[in-house]
């Protein structure tokens, strides 16, 4: 019996506001480094948060448009790890609470239609951006707090080309709502997939991440790389290391960065300086109707 490919995403884009999640700077991070940061965004002892409105309408916006369940009420939380870009050494997202749950689409792929699932979408600020040069690495803290929602599929693909092709709709999907410019050339849109591989349809396989693909064809060509890697390995009698990988390009393969986190690792709690959000009816209708969506229009 052959190896299925099976294969989940988790795609982030920068939703379309003015201002960063939790403050007033300017949400826009290609002017000169670390102007548009303050005592919030750099985390500084006592500076307390307030949450973007417009960010999520722009959020339930996307919720909506997928037939997603929006709840009554929303928290944020605190995923802590430490890297140099994120200066207050945790990230605000949610994670016991999110915005959307069990929402659904579907791509059409060589003539047939695949249904996916839609786990979740949740709000989060994004972390800065580190510059290489030579032995030294420089950190811009501009994005550093920049409104983020992430999608997070079911494992409903088994090919590259199929999580490429809903990839792009999506794309086109936060474009005709407005939410999003979704750029991936700015940075405003980022895919990481979970692949993994198993002879048995209904069993998963140990999962791998490819973290932060570029384009929408790097992601067809990153998963479907992937595949054939762990199945080399196993029909060479090794076994699949549960580890996080990034694509390289120029080399045409995928390169380890570091094993996988759990959630256990991220130590999540309950954001404490951030109260609960309630999401009224009338909160719902000042985001307004939505524009006819790509799937009508595609099926006409």
């Known amino acids: 019996m052959s190896y299925l490919g099976t294969i989940g995403l988790e795609i982030h884009a920068q939703l379309r506001t003015a201002s960063k999640l939790f403050c007033s700077c300017p949400a826009a991070f290609s002017d000169q480094p670390n102007t548009h940061v303050c005592n919030i965004c750099l985390g500084f002892p006592g500076a307390l948060p307030s949450l973007n409105g417009q960010a999520l309408r722009q959020a339930l916006k996307v919720a909506s448009a997928l037939g997603m369940a929006i709840p009554a009420e929303i928290r944020f939380d605190r995923k802590h790890y430490f890297y140099p870009d994120l200066a207050k050494s945790y990230q605000v997202s949610q994670f016991y609470s999110t915005l959307g749950r069990n ?10 239609v695949i249904p996916v699932r839609i786990r ?4 989060e600020e994004d972390a800065g951006k580190l510059l290489h040069a030579g032995e030294e690495s420089m950190v811009d803290f501009n994005r550093a707090g920049v409104p983020l929602l992430e999608l997070v599929t079911e494992p409903d693909f088994h090919i590259g080309e199929e999580a490429e092709t809903f990839f792009r709709y999506y794309q086109l999907l936060l474009r005709t709502i407005d939410s999003s410019e979704a750029n991936m050339e700015l940075g405003q849109m980022r895919c990481d997939a979970n692949v993994s591989v198993s002879r048995q349809r209904n069993q998963l396989g140990t999962r791998v991440e490819i973290k932060n693909i570029s384009s929408p064809r790097f992601i067809r060509l990153a998963i479907d790389y992937e595949i054939q890697r762990q199945i080399g390995i196993l ?3 090794g076994t699949i290391q549960h580890e996080t990988r990034r694509w390289n390009e120029n080399r045409g393969r995928t390169e380890s ?11 999540y709690l309950q954001e404490p300086d951030l109260a609960v959000v309630r999401i009224t009816p009338a909160e719902l209708k000042k985001i307004g109707s939505l524009p006819e969506l790509p799937d009508p229009r595609r099926s006409l």
């Open 103 to 112: 929402g659904s689409s579907s791509v059409e792929v060589r003539g047939r």
């Open 120 to 123: 979740e979408v949740h709000l």
């Open 235 to 237: 029909e060479a009698g």
């Open 257 to 267: 960065m570091r094993s996988k986190e759990l959630a256990l690792d991220y130590r």
